[in-house]
């Protein structure tokens, strides 16, 4: 097409607003697709990240780093006391134990002010007890809540042991960050605006792998049963009407319960169903292009029927072919959400829309409609999007519509 072509082209397809409303938003789709990494806060895939306590978190809340645990074997050997750390990890608390009256022991952490969730005092002598904590109903465990200034007092009856150990564990309160999760998280606490970003990526990278594959195979036949026709031509059309007599969503799910989940999996099962819509187009155009007279011509020059299909009729089949393959890349986003929904299509792991929008469908009906809600927003503007302008190019491709 020469550049007055396609000024002229662009031109006419200018004049539809939902036509270039529709360019912008897929665009802006497979940008979201190639910058995905960039552009989300968090990475959904890496499982080190995932904290359940900030599962099925709504829209706006703010990420909570969990508290510490601090455990400490405290020994008290007549008026001298001893802290020995039980577990190896690095804190910024410490247990420290100090003397607070006849048969009072106060146990509490360093540095003073540290606000506690809870502090936990383990295997104490018989008659001791701590003052304003709840005793396990088997163990000899007392839990205090939010102790007041990160201290608890041990008293007891009668004179306490000259020599005894016992364990403390202390948990700080959760901390509050500057995270934002923007449209909430899911059960597994993923950050739904990274989890959708990343599963737009998954659903551009299916529909243009998928619809491109099969448009090479299907195009390659339907050329090839045009130019031989005969018990070629028969076989490939028996196939193609075989093909198109079957849903698509029921060969799809028999494809990958046979070969399981995945990506590469589902753009295989895709493929297989779109490939006869592909071979029927080019056949029928590339007949009807057989016919012409430069056709004849490069037959008389002897050219090799590659090169006539390849170098002359071909490129006179693109147009229509190009219009297919947009209209074929929502038609395989769409599939893919489907086979994901269904539990067929990707694993847990790779959030798709289609796994999102399953995952959010056993909450929806406990207020938690962000996990389905939104990833099912994004998936049907971009099948809209593409559908639509899909539309536009079959109509500037149709010479019987007036433009």
Not at 234 to 260: E, N, Q, Y
Not at 354 to 378: D, R, T
């Amino acid at each position: 097409m020469s550049t007055a072509g396609f000024k002229d082209y662009a031109q006419h397809f200018a004049e539809s607003r939902a036509a270039v409303v529709s360019l912008a938003v897929s665009l802006a789709f497979v940008a979201c697709a190639i910058f995905a990494p960039l552009l989300s806060p968090t990475d959904p895939y890496d499982l080190t990240q995932l904290q359940l306590s900030d599962a099925l978190k709504p829209t706006g809340s703010t990420r909570m780093l969990p508290g510490e645990e601090v455990r400490a074997n405290i020994r008290i050997d007549g008026s001298a006391t001893s802290v020995q750390p039980a577990t190896a990890a690095k804190t910024h608390a410490t247990l420290v134990a100090e003397p607070c009256g006849l048969n009072c022991l106060g146990v509490g952490v360093q540095p003073e002010g540290t606000r506690l969730a809870n502090l936990q005092i383990r295997n104490l002598p018989a008659g001791a007890t701590v003052e304003g904590a709840r005793k396990h109903p088997v163990q000899p465990w007392w839990t205090v809540d939010n102790p007041e200034g990160g201290k608890v007092r041990i008293a007891s009856n009668g004179p306490l042991p000259a020599t005894f150990t016992f364990l403390a564990i202390a948990r700080s309160m959760d901390q509050e960050t500057d995270f934002v999760f923007r449209l909430g998280t899911d059960s597994f606490g993923r950050d739904m605006f990274s989890a959708i970003l990343y599963g737009v990526r998954i659903s551009v990278f299916v529909g243009l792998v998928a619809a491109g594959a099969a448009m090479v195979i299907g195009t390659g036949l339907g050329l090839l049963s045009a130019w031989r026709g005969g018990l070629t031509d028969a076989i490939i059309m028996r196939a193609v009407g075989f093909m198109l007599g079957l849903p698509a969503l029921l060969v799809g799910l028999a494809i990958l319960a046979i070969l399981g989940n995945g990506v590469s999996k589902v753009v295989l099962a895709i493929v297989i169903v779109q490939w006869s819509y592909y071979a029927r187009t080019a056949r029928s155009f590339a007949m009807s292009e057989l016919g012409k007279e430069y056709v004849e011509a490069a037959r008389c020059l002897r050219l090799s029927p590659a090169r006539i299909m390849l170098r002359h009729v071909l490129p006179n089949c693109m147009p229509q072919i190009i219009v297919l393959f947009t209209l074929n890349i929502a038609s395989a986003i769409s599939l893919e959400s489907s086979l994901s929904f269904l539990g067929v299509g990707l694993p847990l792991t790779r959030p798709s829309l289609g796994m999102l929008i399953a995952s959010g469908y056993e909450f929806i009906f406990s207020h938690k409609y962000w996990i389905s809600i939104y990833p099912g927003i994004v998936l049907l503007v971009m099948i809209v999007a593409m559908n639509l302008l899909g539309d536009r190019l079959r109509d500037l491709n149709n010479p019987r519509l007036d433009r």
